[in-house]
């Protein structure tokens, strides 16, 4: 059998060699596998942490995950959604700040008043962060779910460039566990293509440490993202909120948290080995189940970061699962602490850039837009 050495040492990782990387619980040879995700990292996407400013402009959701704190059942939550107005300001604190590109994300919702708010939005988000230093405006990104090709049509014409959806998990029969009937696998990477087709630069990603999630599943998961060329790439810990389906997983998932800070970390540190070039986020779930989590998910390979913009009156009812850090920190808060977290682990922030996923521009070819 190889040593974990001489599989680092291999360009392309097969399915074999993946699952044994993954499997390593040794500390020494996990910071082997570290340390070589970050020469990848330095290699092919450089040194730089681009900023994606969030914008958790609503919690209005006609979906029923079993796993999420703002799934339609959960009548506990206090329904919001931001005015125009509110989004565009945070936008244009975004811009000033130097973040370059802004996450809107939501719940899920179809319905044309909300379809039409995102398109509005977009359309003026664009028109409004124009600057020398900015001159195509911020980039957008969005998160909000499952909709109709159509939709995502107005929505790129409009000028949003990037579509972040997960597909939670690549194993049809754990996805069926952790979604009502008519929320299917099938429907999620068909959107995906589509998104692709349309143009998008496209991200997905999976929730680490769910229940019945096996290593293989999670193996399974990165080949997906390498085989449907997937851009960027967004994966955090599954944490139990307790108004959820999944309540009962409470205990069992929170024994577990060590197990599943690691595996999260070598997702990140497996991710970038084997694609080598995409997006990927050190997510704020990580910075839940460890304090110091995004950073080290920066340390495993991870180039993007998204700093709370949401206003700080809304935050506690976006909670997607419970101990979200950071709903108390208004945006000047979180800035500081952010930049502080980047610079401990010897990187620095992408300013004034939308910090585009390299693979893609590799892909399309096209001019270097920053
Ligand atoms: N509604 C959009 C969608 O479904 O793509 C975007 C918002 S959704 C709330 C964003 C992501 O939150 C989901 O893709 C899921 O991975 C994550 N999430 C939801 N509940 C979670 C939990 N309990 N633990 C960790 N992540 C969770």
Redesign the pocket.
């Known amino acids: 059998m190889s040593s974990i050495d001489t599989i680092l040492q291999k360009d392309v990782l097969d399915r074999e060699s993946i699952l044994r990387l993954i499997a390593v619980r040794d500390p020494e040879q996990i910071e082997l596998i570290r340390s070589a995700a970050n020469r990848t990292l330095l290699e092919n996407c450089g040194n730089k942490v681009f900023y994606r400013g969030l914008v958790e402009f609503s919690n209005v959701?006609i979906?029923d995950?079993y796993?999420?704190?703002?799934r339609k059942s959960n009548h506990g939550v206090n329904r919001y959604t931001l005015s125009e107005q509110d989004i565009l300001e945070a936008a244009q604190w975004c811009a000033e700040q130097g973040y370059g590109s802004l996450v809107l994300?939501?719940?899920?919702r179809t319905d044309r008043t909300f379809t039409d708010l995102v398109e509005r939005v977009v359309k003026k988000i664009k028109e409004c962060t124009v600057s020398p230093k900015l001159p195509d405006g911020l980039g957008i990104t969005l998160?909000?779910?499952?909709q109709e090709p159509e939709v995502y049509r107005r929505l790129f014409a409009a000028g949003a460039h990037r579509y972040?959806?997960?597909v939670?998990t690549t194993n049809p029969q754990l996805f069926r566990s952790i979604h009502p009937p008519q929320q299917t696998l099938e429907s999620r990477v068909r959107c995906l293509e589509i998104l692709k087709q349309i143009g998008f630069q496209v991200g997905t990603?999976v929730?680490i440490g769910l229940p019945g999630q096996t290593l293989e599943h999670l193996v399974d998961d990165l080949l997906f993202f390498r085989d449907r060329d997937i851009d960027m790439v967004g994966m955090?810990?599954?944490?139990?909120?307790s108004d959820?389906e999944m309540k009962q997983y409470k205990v069992s998932v929170e024994a577990q948290r060590d197990e599943i800070l690691t595996r999260s970390l070598l997702m990140i540190a497996l991710c970038r080995l084997v694609l080598k070039d995409v997006n990927i986020a050190a997510t704020t779930?990580l910075q839940t189940i460890k304090e110091n989590g995004r950073e080290l998910g920066l340390d495993f390979g991870a180039n993007v970061i998204m700093p709370q913009l949401t206003p700080l009156e809304v935050r506690k009812d976006y909670l997607?699962?419970e101990d979200k850090p950071c709903v108390d920190e208004n945006r000047e808060q979180c800035r500081g602490c952010l930049e502080r977290r980047i610079r401990s682990v010897g990187r620095e922030v992408g300013f004034d850039q939308w910090g585009d996923s390299l693979h893609f521009r590799k892909k399309v070819n096209g001019p270097g837009r920053s």
């Open positions: 959701c979906s995950c796993y999420c704190g703002i994300q939501s719940g899920e998160c909000i779910g499952e972040l959806l997960r939670e990603g929730m955090g810990p599954y944490i139990v909120h959820t779930a997607l699962y």
